[in-house]
T-cell receptor, first 113, second 111 residues
Framework: GAGVSQSPSNKVTEKGKDVELRCDPISGHTALYWYRQRLGQGLEFLIYFQGNSAPDKSGLPSDRFSAERTGESVSTLTIQRTQQEDSAVYLC???????????FGPGTRLTVL | RKEVEQDPGPFNVPEGATVAFNCTYSNSASQSFFWYRQDCRKEPKLLMSVYSSGNEDGRFTAQLNRASQYISLLIRDSKLSDSATYLCVVNIGNAGNMLTFGGGTRLMVKP
């Protein structure tokens, strides 16, 4: 079946602009995660959605970052007033109920000039 | 203390060697455990789930030690293609069944 998809695959933007990244989870997956991965670094947790529960936003690095998800469908991650240190690959993952294994999307590579 | 901890490595081993990684987790209520593999500039992919009784998939063996709160991954007869970062993933057992990722262990298999 279809896996997790993300768009765009690459995004180049100028410092100070806002960007919106999209994630389409696997159908039926109630949980959705956003991670950031800087070059040569590990995964950095950003936010976790589980069904209709309040999201766990504890990983968002600043108030310039926000994410939305409607029900169990698409999620968008928005970064306002981008900074050069926001340059990274943003990965989305989704998993079924009960904490089973997650599948990852291919990521969005963000470059802030 | 981090919820899921791994030795970042790198582990440099020759082809054909056997190598093992451990991963410790802090929450004794953790319920599900997984190993993922991440190749350079790629997304992580599920390598194997870790069951209480241990499980084996070809050259790969995963073990769970609940008493000491760690999981392990053993790779026998290492291949050059095994070079990657191996991520330990734990369902930390909170109300939302959230999966928590370790920082990864980098493996380099040399000819």
């Amino acid at each position: 079946g279809a896996g997790v998809s993300q768009s765009p695959s690459n995004k180049v933007t100028e410092k100070g602009k806002d960007v919106e990244l999209r994630c389409d989870p696997i159908s039926g997956h109630t949980a959705l995660y956003w991670y950031r991965q800087r070059l040569g670094q590990g995964l950095e947790f950003l936010i976790y959605f589980q069904g209709n529960s309040a999201p766990d936003k504890s990983g968002l690095p600043s108030d310039r970052f926000s994410a939305e998800r409607t029900g169990e469908s698409v999620s968008t991650l928005t970064i306002q007033r981008t900074q050069q240190e926001d340059s990274a690959v943003y990965l989305c993952a989704s998993s079924p109920p009960s904490g089973r294994a997650a599948g990852f999307g291919p990521g969005t590579r963000l470059t802030v000039l | 203390r981090k919820e899921v901890e791994q030795d970042p490595g790198p582990f440099n081993v020759p082809e054909g060697a056997t190598v093992a990684f451990n991963c410790t987790y802090s929450n004794s209520a953790s319920q599900s455990f997984f190993w993922y593999r991440q190749d350079c500039r790629k997304e992580p992919k599920l390598l194997m789930s870790v069951y209480s009784s241990g499980n084996e998939d070809g050259r790969f063996t995963a073990q769970l030690n609940r008493a000491s709160q760690y999981i392990s991954l053993l790779i026998r007869d290492s291949k050059l293609s095994d070079s990657a970062t191996y991520l330990c993933v734990v369902n930390i057992g909170n109300a939302g069944n959230m999966l928590t990722f370790g920082g990864g262990t980098r493996l380099m298999v040399k000819p």
